[in-house]
Every structure is written in C-alpha cells, then in structure tokens.
C-alpha cells in the first residue's frame, strides 16, 4: 500500500496486493489491484495471470482464458500461463493452442526446467484429452522428472514421522490429557490424500446454509509450529521434553479464533487440508467435539491423479516419482487404519465412488455425521459460487460426473509395475 501510494501505476505491488486480498477471499478487491497494475503497465504480463487464477477460482473461465491469452500474446514463451490455460480447456486435434505448445516446447532447451515442465504437463493434459495416453504419459513423466529434481524429499524420513505418530498416540495419551482443550463444536476438518475427493465433500458441506467453506487453510499447522519446534512435538506429548498441558487449550482457542475471523464469525466452519490426516491425534486433544471426514478414493484412481497435477505450492512433495508416491500412500493408509482404531466413531470416513454412485443417501450421511439437517443446496453444490483455489477448482463447478473414476486404466500399462507395491 505504501509502494501504491508513492506511484499509483507501480504494477508489482498492484499485482501482489490483488493476490494478498484473493488470499484473504476477498475477490472483489482482488480483481480490482489487478486491473490498476493493468492500466499501469499493460506489458506486466504476470498480472494477467493473476488475475486469471482470482477469475478461475471463482469460475470465470472466460475471463480468465481472455487475460491467459493476452499474457501470452506479449509473452509468446510465457509457460505458467500455457498450463494454466491447458486445465480450462478441452482439446481436439485441431486446436491452435496445442499446436502452439507443441511448437514451444520443442524450442525449448532442456536446461530450461521451469518452462519445459510446465508445458509437460500441459501438453500431458491435451493429449489426454484427445486420448492419446501414450504422449499424454511420456509428457506427465517428463514433467515430473523436472519437478522431482527440484525437491527435497525422503521417503525414510516420512517413514520414521509415520512410526514416531503411532508411538506417540496410544491409549494414555488421550486418557492423560483428556480435559485440555476447548469444546467447540465449530470445526469440520476434511482430511484424506490430495485428488481424494476432499474439495468435492468441502463445496457440498459448504453449500449448506450454516457451513463456511474455508478451503486448505494452514491455520492448525501454524499453531502447530508455534508451540512446538516441528520436528519435536510427539516426543513433547509422550513427556519426553517438558510440554505444558494448558497449551493445548491456548492452540485450540487461537486456532478457533484465526477460523472464526476467517469465517466473519459463521457457526460451522470446514477446514480443507489434506495433511491434517496426520494431526487426527492432535485434534482429538484440542477439539475434542471437532468433526473429521477422511475422503478415501481408489487409490490407483488418486495416485495416477497426483502425478498428472502439477502443485505448484510445493506442500506436497511426494508427487513426482511413482515409487515414491505409492509408499507414500501405503504409509497414510496404514496411518488411517491406525486413527479409526485408536478413535472410534471420531471419524467418517467416505469414499469418493460411493459419493458419485449415490450421491443423496451419502451426502445424507454425511450431514447427519457433522449433526447438519438437511439443505438441498447440498445437491446444488455445483452452483456455489465460493472461491476454491485448488487442483479441483475446473471440476466442482460441474454436476457429479463419473469419468473419473477407473480413469487410471487408460494408462495401465505404465501403471501396473508400480501399483504392484500398493498395500491396500
């Protein structure tokens, strides 16, 4: 605000405050700063595609193809805003834009990482369109090869976290600080593996009239982060270093706070983030009256469904190598097994094909889980106009649709060696 205020036309922070406020949800003004770092600057070709992901968010995708094609029209090379055009368009043999990804990318130096993998996988997803899964594959590969060599990831050091929560999370645990935290009934916290389903279930609760949708929210990781070095807090609860148990409640009360302000002070609220699955424990001890839904879905479906997606926030950094993928599936499957052991009753767990097969008796049960009466509006989902900033943002605008599911068998034959060491 102060760059603005010294030169109103500066396009950078234009472009960035209009990104602060998408992140607030507050759209309006987002598009707004976008469009002054526009008309300050016409040739700042990143603000269009910031703009394009506010109007992609919020289902505009006309609009948000328009400022795509613009970026790309003053930056032929621009590769963000290729991919970013890919997920919002269905392609045929015949279309320019494939052509014209086709024609870049064999331009494209192999040094030049960044840009050759985000047209991997755009042109990973054109090709599976048109149904030729033979490229689509070898270009979702190459893409991923790219990104996996730009992260710092160790399935060990995953394996050992897995084992560390099991250790920490017995019997005594919940029973010694059972009466620690706070009693609100508030949260709905929908957890599972990324591409599970969870934005799906999260646009249907939030249609209800009395539920705010808040998306993937790191609010619980902050809190976590704050009273805990990372690293340390299961040894801090199992006693092994001096944990104070009246923190439990300050985490729950700050944590309901952070949402409550988020949510403009709604009654129910749900909280998106896949990777809560491994604070169940956690949330047991603070939000004891929390409800969890654990999204579950083929897991041949959904792992083949992360490695196609590009994520480009890197809070997940097991998508990119198929091995690697598939052990990390094998340790959250174990690890849910542990929960609905542990917990009983504490979690619903749901399946993404029994939501499509069934839709009304499933979404049923799921209100009357989260103690929800019953809103049409549910079934109404796609209608909702809410912002949604994940992988998922191009499908839950749609009807329940089923081509989702048993997709992976179009890329079998890559697929079989690696789903051979799948545990579920």
Not at 290 to 317: E, G, L, T, V
């Amino acid at each position: 605000k102060k760059s603005i205020q010294l030169n109103p036309k500066i396009p950078e922070a234009n472009t960035n405050l209009g990104n602060l406020y998408s992140l607030l949800g507050q759209n309006d003004k987002s598009i707004k700063y976008h469009k002054l770092a526009i008309s300050g600057d016409p040739e700042y070709f990143y603000t269009y595609l910031n703009i394009a992901n506010v109007y992609i968010s919020i289902g505009r995708f006309l609009d948000a193809k328009k400022y795509l094609e613009t970026a790309i029209e003053k930056k032929p090379n621009f590769s963000f805003a290729h991919r970013l055009i890919s997920r919002i368009t269905k392609y045929n043999k015949n279309n320019l834009h494939l052509k014209q990804m086709n024609e870049l990318y064999n331009k494209i130096k192999t040094k030049d990482g960044i840009n050759k993998m985000n047209l991997a996988f755009a042109l990973g997803k054109a090709h599976e369109d048109i149904n030729n899964f033979d490229k689509s594959f070898n270009y979702y590969k190459e893409g991923n090869l790219i990104n996996r060599s730009k992260i710092h990831f160790s399935i060990l050091d995953e394996r050992n976290y897995f084992d560390e929560i099991k250790k920490t999370y017995n019997k005594d645990i919940f029973n010694k600080y059972k009466n620690y935290g706070i009693f609100s009934n508030s949260p709905i916290f929908i957890v599972g593996m990324p591409r599970s389903g969870t934005t799906l279930v999260e646009q249907i609760l939030a249609s209800h009239s009395e539920v705010f949708g808040a998306d993937e929210v790191i609010f619980l990781p902050k809190v976590i982060n704050k009273y805990f070095a990372a690293e340390k807090i299961n040894l801090s609860i199992q006693g092994v270093i001096d944990f104070k148990k009246e923190n439990l409640k300050k985490m729950a009360e700050e944590y309901i706070f952070l949402m409550k302000k988020l949510s403009r002070n709604s009654k129910r609220f749900t909280d998106k983030l896949p990777a809560n699955f491994l604070n169940i424990g956690l949330i047991k001890l603070i939000l004891p009256n929390a409800k969890i839904i654990h999204c579950q879905r083929d897991p041949k479906d959904n792992i083949f469904s992360i490695f196609k997606n590009y994520f480009p926030n890197k809070k997940i950094s097991f998508d990119s190598d198929l091995n690697e993928t598939v052990e990390y599936y094998n340790l959250y499957s174990d690890l849910m097994k542990f929960w609905n052991f542990a917990l009983p009753n504490f979690i619903f767990n749901i399946k993404y094909e029994d939501l499509i097969n069934d839709t009304k008796n499933n979404v049923t049960k799921l209100l009357d889980f989260c103690n929800l009466k019953w809103d049409n509006n549910c079934l109404k989902f796609y209608n909702n106009k809410r912002p949604i900033k994940t992988a998922s943002d191009t499908q839950v605008r749609n009807k329940i649709y089923n081509t989702s599911i048993n997709h992976w068998k179009n890329y079998q034959k890559y697929l079989n060696k690696y789903y051979d060491k799948l545990n579920v």
